[in-house]
């Protein structure tokens, strides 16, 4: 650690040389600086920061003071003082204490557990239950993962479903649901980072109308999903993951399920007035004149013409108030205090917040760099901009499996990516668009299922009972597999022009019959 520490001292020294360079190449610097020391550090605040303040130098002339002075008044202060980052940081830590809430309570168990009991215990089925409680904690990418292990892994080990299999199917559909899901943990700062993206190439948009068209475009995301329900309903056992099931045999442990029967409707309850309540939410303060009669455009228009950012607020503050009071008697039988537990879900997302603040004041120096217009020029005569998506995918999935931290390469990609794209598109809001945004989730993700520095993969570990390496050791090749059609069949194709739709159709056609022409071993049960 001495020796990254010294590596990254010397990089961030660098900066002081490059001041008197004119050259324009020195605006992304404090890119180079930030992703160096995220992957030398594993810390994404720390590695955000560092780029930070090496803008912060440039644009100061070198001068450490005036770098200090500038980086308060002029990018910090801004920041925080905007409605809407300061819509999206309450946002964001109000989701974190609904969802310790609803993980206390304990309906959502209360759901898997009364399902489990009346169906048939074969390890298809265990694994299905696993696949569609996964689906259904769509609004955080950490709490789906504990959850969801503790959840099902006594009576997954109970029908000899590994615990590496589990862990494989909890990691799966925690960032990737999360990272498409139009209320989650994630949005806020998906919105934040588009909006940056926008404000670097001073381009008016609607970050949320953004964001929704690009979820077609989420490819890799999408495949994971496919593949993981393609691996389950076939039984495709291939790589080191096959030993694991191989070796899997029914205990004679029973489920842990508790001798308290609880109820669900504190859990889906407020779940559903949140998903509802957002939905209503947008389309009353977008929509303009008569609300009915509904229609695809009418909905549409009003979901992009609406201020996300307080309607986000506004109903998860509800949705809060909900779950408060439906699980405070669940959450006071069980010995606990439902407002410690609401404080310890919004603790939880302190650091998130951070790294959000972080990338923010790492946007804004490279705003005063114009390092956008610098990479656009380098990029727009050496690249051909339908191969722009594709590259901005491979680097997000390299950036993020290396440093193990999917906000941060959100941060460091997204403010630079989306203004290119724009060059590339004469500043039209096209497909081309919202595949790089796309592209920058799903690299950003990839690096959350593979990487065994990433909070997400180890979480999914620990609830699962797996050492952190076998887990990425046995998930791995379903991931490059995901990776490559979302290469080969969704943003290749898609830079051209290519439909969203049509190529999800392609690269679910080709996942299905993936078991059929390879083989593998098939469970039955």
């Known amino acids: ?17 490059l001041v008197p360079l004119a050259a324009g190449w020195t605006a992304l610097w404090p890119s180079v600086v930030a992703l160096v020391s995220v992957f030398l550090l594993n810390r994404s605040i720390t590695g955000l920061l560092l780029g930070a303040s090496a803008g912060l130098l440039l644009l100061a002339g070198g001068n450490p003071m005036v770098a200090v002075v500038s980086g308060v008044t002029d990018h910090l202060w801004p920041a925080l003082t905007s409605t809407w980052n300061l819509s999206v940081l309450a946002f964001t830590l109000l989701l974190g204490g609904f969802a310790a809430l609803l993980e206390k309570g304990g309906g959502l168990q209360a759901l898997t557990t009364g399902w489990l009991r009346r169906g048939v215990h074969g390890g298809r089925h265990i694994q299905l239950s696993a696949y569609l409680l996964g689906l259904i904690c769509f609004f955080d990418g950490l709490a789906n993962s504990m959850l969801v292990g503790k959840s099902i892994s006594p009576m997954a080990e109970k029908v000899g479903v590994s615990r590496q299999k589990l862990a494989y199917i909890v990691d799966s559909t925690s960032s990737a649901v999360a990272c498409v899901a139009v209320i989650s943990t994630w949005i806020a700062y998906q919105l934040s980072m588009i909006r940056e993206g926008l404000v670097q190439a001073d381009v008016e948009g609607n970050a949320f109308a953004l964001f929704l068209r690009s979820i077609p475009f989420n490819f890799y995301c999408w495949f994971t999903l496919i593949l993981l329900m393609v691996v389950i309903l076939r039984g495709w056992d291939i790589g080191p993951m096959k030993k694991f099931e ?27 007035f949140l998903i509802i309540g957002l939905l209503v939410g947008l389309y009353l303060d977008g929509a303009e004149g008569a609300m009915a009669p509904f229609t695809l455009e009418k909905v549409s228009a009003a979901f992009g013409n609406a201020n996300a950012a307080l309607v986000l607020v506004v109903v998860s503050l509800l949705a809060c108030v909900l779950g408060f009071g439906m699980n405070f008697g669940p959450i006071r039988d069980q010995g606990g205090n439902a407002g410690a537990v609401f404080l310890s879900g919004v603790r939880n997302l302190l650091r998130p917040v951070l790294i959000l603040v972080s990338a923010w004041l790492l946007s804004s120096t490279l705003k005063g760099l114009e390092a956008t217009d610098v990479l656009s020029g380098m990029l727009q005569s050496r690249l051909n901009g339908e191969l722009f998506p594709l590259l901005v995918f491979v680097v997000g999935a390299l ?19 989306l203004p290119v794209a724009l060059g590339y598109s004469g500043g039209e809001l096209t497909g081309v668009i919202h595949a790089t945004i796309a592209a920058v989730f799903s690299g950003a993700v990839f690096g959350d299922h593979c990487s065994p520095f990433s909070d997400t993969t180890i979480v999914s570990s620990v609830s699962c009972g797996v050492e952190p390496m076998d887990h990425v050791r046995t998930q791995l090749p379903y991931a490059m597999i995901a990776a490559i059609f979302a290469v080969a069949v969704g943003f290749l194709p898609a830079g051209f022009g290519w439909s969203p739709y049509a190529a999800l159709g392609v690269g679910a056609a080709g996942l299905v019959a993936l078991p059929v022409v390879f083989g593998g071993r098939r469970t039955v049960g």
Not at 251 to 270: I, K, M, N, T, Y
Not at 399 to 417: D, H, K, R, V
């Open 399 to 417: 950036i993020s499996f290396s440093t193990g931290t999917s906000w941060g390469t959100m941060g460091i990609l997204m403010p630079l990516a």
């Open 246 to 272: 191989n070796a899997e045999r029914p205990s004679d442990r029973a489920l842990d399920g508790g001798s308290v029967e609880r109820s669900s409707l504190p859990a889906v309850v407020p779940i559903g």
């Open 1 to 17: 650690m001495k020796r990254r520490i010294a590596i990254v001292s010397v990089v961030w020294a660098m900066t002081w040389l």
